[in-house]
């Protein structure tokens, strides 16, 4: 999720970052990175997809961009690679997969208003984590 | 990419319709600026997802290449998604809201890797 130049995709990919908006799994997230609703979660780390978007002179990001090659999103210039494109950032998963890029309008603490662009992923089901056991669990990309 | 309690994640029976709803999510933003730089941030969210198509067959499976994009097998909706989002880091917060009209949206089911087979 980006909200204005602080947390923007554009950014992270034109720094040749290594994570972002449901950009990396695997070595570069621990599976417990993160807590939602005060409860932290442990399962172990799923893997990220073999494939993904090589930054020039820079890292793969193990992530695609599945939607139609018409759009462009407007504050990130990120073209979409097709309808024929893996939405999932992990492999060995079978489950239900959302995602969306929103486009709007955020406010912040400093009464600015910033465009707002994301990438949100959804994942759950099962998987086969990188210690070779199958579990069940959801991961988001934020 | 931060696991989540699966209850934060709701699909219809049919899988026309879904949403996701997280408080007080921790992230870090790590990125490459002057260095390595990690961000510690505090994310809330509910997004919803409505199909607006009929789910298609997607991906081409292990008929291509594993880092292939298509390397996946599929049935995938176009959708119509909003969002409204909240969030705070390094004395900073926001308040936002968008939806997918000028960008996209999708939901379905896939499996991919050793589910292929």
């Known amino acids: 999720m980006g909200v204005g130049s602080t947390i923007s995709r554009r950014d992270l990919l034109k720094y040749g970052t290594a994570t972002g908006a449901a950009a990396t799994v695997g070595a570069a997230m621990p599976a417990a990175h993160a807590h939602g609703h005060g409860l932290p979660r442990v399962s172990p780390a799923p893997k990220p997809i073999p ?16 939607g139609p090659e018409d759009v ?10 097709g309808l024929e494109v893996e939405p999932s950032v992990i492999t060995d998963y079978r489950g239900f997969t959302a995602l969306a890029y929103h486009v709007g309008t955020a406010t912040g603490s400093d009464g600015r208003r910033y465009d707002l662009e ?3 992923r959804a994942m759950e089901g099962t998987y086969v984590a990188e210690d070779g056991s199958r579990k069940r669990a959801l991961f988001a990309g934020l | 990419m931060v696991e989540l309690p699966t209850d934060a994640f709701r699909v219809s029976h049919d899988g026309r319709r879904a949403t996701l709803e997280a408080k ?3 992230l870090v933003n790590s990125f490459q600026f002057l260095g390595p730089n990690n961000v510690a941030a505090k994310v809330s969210l509910k997004v919803g997802w409505e199909a607006t ?32 989002f909240s969030g705070s880091h390094v004395g900073f917060s926001f308040k936002a809201s968008g939806d997918t009209d000028r960008g996209y949206a999708l939901l379905g089911r896939e499996r991919n890797g050793a589910f292929l087979t």
Do not use: K, N, W, Y
């Open chain 1, 72 to 81: 462009t999103l407007p504050f990130t210039g990120l073209t979409l690679q």
């Open chain 2, 53 to 84: 198509g009929p789910a298609v067959r997607r991906g081409r499976g292990d008929e291509v290449d594993p880092t292939d994009p298509a390397a996946f097998l599929g049935r995938i909706a176009p959708a119509r998604s909003t969002g409204s």
């Open chain 2, 24 to 26: 007080d999510v921790c």
């Open chain 1, 51 to 66: 494939g993904g978007i090589q930054i020039p002179d820079g890292p793969l990001i193990h992530t695609f961009l599945p």
């Open chain 1, 118 to 120: 994301t990438d949100v």
